[in-house]
């Protein structure tokens, strides 16, 4: 039961309700993948990688949780039945009892007592986990195993007997939301967060949606939400990475994007005259106004046509208004404004752009693809 996880197997037989590896698996990777993942070889998490199982808990869970009330009577239980404290462990579900008891940690430590038996430790892995420690080439292939999970078609996945969830679709949509928020803390190199969750994940297995409320919101949650019409709640990407919506949709979403970006935002169209004017149904002005107040940006790129291409040309004066008309906006509207909330603004003049109305955040791009650049604007629309 108390191995040293390094007698740990690597080519485990992986179970249909296994969601993630365990936390003794997750140790082992760790230390087999070190060099790459931690810039000096004296991390001090290393030291904690020969832990047993009872001190793989208390990783994450603090030692007072343990000592009285609901968690004693765990403690007890596990101490007692020391297959069910191995099953817990390692991710494995065993027999009823550890589905049993991983539901009711999760019950008993998702609400208030978050803050009081569980921030303590997760305190501990911004010190473990800081971005300064981590390799600057660190990517979340060097974890090849919970790469391997998280390639697993959430489509396929159920509830479970006992489940809180009405339907699997329910179910599936909350995982996935949990999985994307991993997956983008890592992205974005907020890795005491991410390795805080993933163990977070190996602990807890599917009972980790019951702590949603409590990951980092992304931008992918509020675009799903956003595009979820529906009473009941819809994986609107499925497994993809694209979605084709209707042309009319392009505008609201371009919008949404705009208001709900953070770190660097890039606008990209030939003139972008209907982004930026005022009046205009298509407007972004108002969004990228919030965007700006409400703090999470910090670089906007605006990519516009180059004028002086078309300096030759008689009848060419539209273009040039447009693009003239745009830059007067951002001068007007936004070099104050960016300059007052510390956001870098930066206009990029291309010959031949060939981009038509993109926006670029850090986890999205709205694309609608124009072929023919005319006075009618005819066009076909895409996300």
Not at 79 to 98: A, I
């Amino acid at each position: 039961m108390s191995r040293n996880i390094f007698d740990w197997e690597e080519n485990m037989t992986d179970k249909l309700d296994k969601r993630m590896i365990g936390m003794k698996e997750l140790l082992y990777v760790i230390k087999k993948n070190s060099k790459e993942i931690f810039r000096s070889e004296n991390a001090s998490f290393l030291s904690l990688t020969d832990s047993k199982n009872i001190s793989c808990l208390e990783l994450i869970i603090s030692n007072k949780y343990w000592e009285k009330g609901k968690g004693k009577e765990i403690f007890e239980h596990l101490e007692n039945d020391q297959r069910e404290l191995s099953n817990l462990v390692t991710g494995e579900s065993g027999h009823t009892g550890v589905k049993a008891t991983r539901k009711e940690l999760s019950e008993e430590l998702s609400g208030e007592n978050y803050d009081i038996f569980l921030q303590e430790n997760q305190k501990k892995f911004e010190q473990w986990f800081d971005s300064q420690i981590i390799s600057e080439n660190f990517s979340i292939k060097w974890l090849p195993q919970v790469c391997n999970f998280l390639k697993k078609s959430i489509g396929n996945i159920k509830k479970g007997n006992g489940s809180s969830y009405k339907s699997h679709s329910d179910f599936q949509y909350d995982i996935d939301m949990f999985q994307k928020s991993l997956q983008n803390l890592c992205a974005m190199g907020r890795y005491s967060d991410f390795f805080w969750w993933l163990f977070m994940y190996a602990l807890f297995q599917a009972e980790i949606t019951k702590f949603l409320s409590r990951v980092p919101e992304t931008q992918y949650s509020k675009i799903l939400s956003y595009l979820n019409n529906s009473c009941e709640k819809n994986r609107v990407f499925g497994d993809k990475q694209m979605l084709n919506v209707e042309g009319k949709k392009f505008w609201d979403i371009r919008r949404k994007l705009v208001s709900t970006a953070y770190g660097h935002l890039i606008i990209a169209g030939p003139s972008l005259r209907d982004a930026f004017s005022v009046d205009d149904p298509h407007t972004i002005v108002q969004s990228l106004k919030e965007s700006i107040e409400n703090g999470k940006l910090s670089e906007i790129s605006v990519l516009l046509t180059d004028p002086i291409i078309f300096d030759s040309h008689v009848n060419c004066g539209d273009p040039i208004r447009d693009i003239s008309g745009t830059v007067e906006t951002l001068q007007e509207r936004f070099y104050d404004l960016c300059e007052k909330n510390k956001v870098k603004l930066h206009i990029y003049f291309l010959p031949l752009l060939q981009i038509d109305h993109a926006v670029i955040t850090e986890e999205f791009m709205a694309f609608r693809s124009n072929k023919l650049w005319n006075r009618e604007r005819k066009y076909m629309d895409y996300i």
